[in-house]
């Protein structure tokens, strides 16, 4: 198979992930089709692999994937049922069902073995396009970049669709969505404005390299570069999440400093601030909402009430935690009865909180374990002469990583498949310290 023939299929298969990965709750059929192709990037990446040829990011991501793989693992150990009804958060759980006479034999550490092999398949999109593109000898860098820029765009076209044929109209994709609201290829308009925010950096990253390459030609494209900016900006402001009015300055800050970067310490230095100072702001606000939203204040209280039960319910199963994908079913024990209401609680709104809910300490080592991976990263990109995509990728993790303080865009298929790429992105094209400088990048 040719280069070409690879880097198409690679960039058909990101593409798809954006047009058909947008939701969480539906879209199954695409969603299984994605998952199926992820298996196939998979095995084709780990059949390609050259081990001896990886460098010290690339290793660590790989690490860190094994320690995500062991974690997944030990969902699925089996237990008497003694053992599990012992395990922290099970023992209501255990009574309950032995006045039925039903304890399960085996009990597994997750309290849902289907539920917690629906969730690992969700990685699967995701798992096979960072396994696939570190396998490849050569990194189709622009491709991808003008893949995600051109999606987020006609992204935006078909949310001036939606908004323009009102809350009924064909144009959205999902049943469960933000109807009345620009949501474009997703179901839900967050995840939409991150989508257009994780674009503006490889934009930057695009226009940096053509100023390069067509040094003639750097005052058009400078110009041609700030337009679509300008219409990506606009439809950041349309889609009226205050997700994207928190990010969008440090989205933009970094895009700019990626073009323009007097000195290359000065774009980690004023990122990592900025995208601080952004999830303080949400943070206090407590809110992704949708600003144009008449139900703004209530949600505000929604999600304040979502994580003062989900609080309990972290410390009540730390630190083995609930098992992967099953807050749903926890979070409904711990919710007052005298409250509920019509309100579908499916996340913690809290990628973190959720994480540490459902798999415990090992939870919080993931956590910690990938950031301390991708601000090493960051230390590797200022001792280097490094690529603008590789530090696209590197702002677009950051965005990532912020917003999911607040909300899930990780558990989507299309922005957790541009989060594996981003990694992938970073780590081939951060060099070592010593005489191995550069991975093959085109």
């Known amino acids: 198979m040719t280069n070409r023939v690879r880097e198409g299929l690679f960039t058909a298969f990101l593409i798809a992930c954006l047009a058909i990965g947008g939701a969480s709750r539906e879209g199954d059929l695409g969603n299984f089709a994605l998952q199926v ?73 997750t309290l849902s073995f289907h539920d917690s092999l629906r969730s690992a398949m969700w990685l ?20 991808v970049a003008l893949a995600l820029v051109g999606m987020a765009l006609l992204s935006l076209f078909l949310g001036l669709l939606q908004v323009l044929g009102g809350a009924e109209t064909d144009w959205y994709l999902y049943d469960f969505t933000n109807r009345g609201y620009m949501v474009g290829f997703f179901a839900n308009a967050n995840h939409m404005a991150t989508l257009l925010l994780v674009s503006l ?27 679509v900016f300008g219409l990506l900006a606009i439809g950041i402001g349309l889609v009226g999440s205050l997700t994207g009015y928190a990010l969008l300055a440090p989205a933009a800050l970094a895009s700019v400093l990626i073009v323009w970067t007097p000195r290359k310490r000065l774009l980690g230095l004023l990122t990592v601030p900025a995208l601080a100072f952004a999830a303080l702001l949400l943070g206090i606000m407590g809110t992704g909402q949708n600003a144009f939203s008449p139900d703004a204040n209530s949600s505000l209280a929604g999600r304040e009430q979502i994580r003062m039960n989900a609080v309990p319910a972290a410390v009540d199963f730390f630190p ?69 995509f590789a530090w696209a990728g590197w702002v677009a993790i950051g965005i990532l990583l912020t917003h999911s303080g607040w909300d899930y865009p990780l558990r989507t298929a299309a922005l957790s498949t541009v989060f594996g790429i981003c990694c992938v992105l ?16 085109t």
């Open 37 to 109: 192709c992820g298996i196939g990037f998979l095995g084709w990446g780990f059949y390609r692999f050259d081990w001896a040829g990886l460098k010290a990011p690339e290793r660590l991501l790989l690490g860190f994937g094994a320690l995500g793989l062991l974690t997944l693992v030990a969902q699925f150990v089996p237990l008497s049922p003694e053992a599990w009804a012992q395990l922290p958060g099970r023992s209501a759980i255990a009574a309950e069902l032995a006045l039925l006479n039903a304890l399960p034999d085996p009990g597994f550490v």
């Open 124 to 143: 699967l999109p995701a798992l096979g396009a960072g396994i696939a593109l570190l396998a490849a000898r050569t990194v189709p860098t622009v491709v």
């Open 201 to 227: 950096p490889f934009l930057g990253a695009l226009v940096r390299e053509s100023r390069t390459r067509l040094p003639e030609r750097k005052v058009e494209l400078t110009l041609f570069g700030a337009a």
């Open 320 to 388: 083995v935690g609930s098992g992967l994908g099953t807050f749903e079913d926890v979070y409904r024990r711990y919710e007052d009865q005298e409250r509920v209401t019509t309100t579908f609680i499916n996340h913690a709104h809290n990628d973190y909180l959720e994480l540490v809910i459902d798999l415990g300490a090992l939870g919080l080592l993931l956590i910690a374990v990938f950031f301390a991976w991708w601000l090493y990263c960051l230390r590797c990109l200022w001792g280097v002469s490094a690529s603008p």
């Open 426 to 441: 970073v780590a081939r094209m951060v060099p070592a310290r010593d005489a191995d400088r550069g991975a093959s990048i």
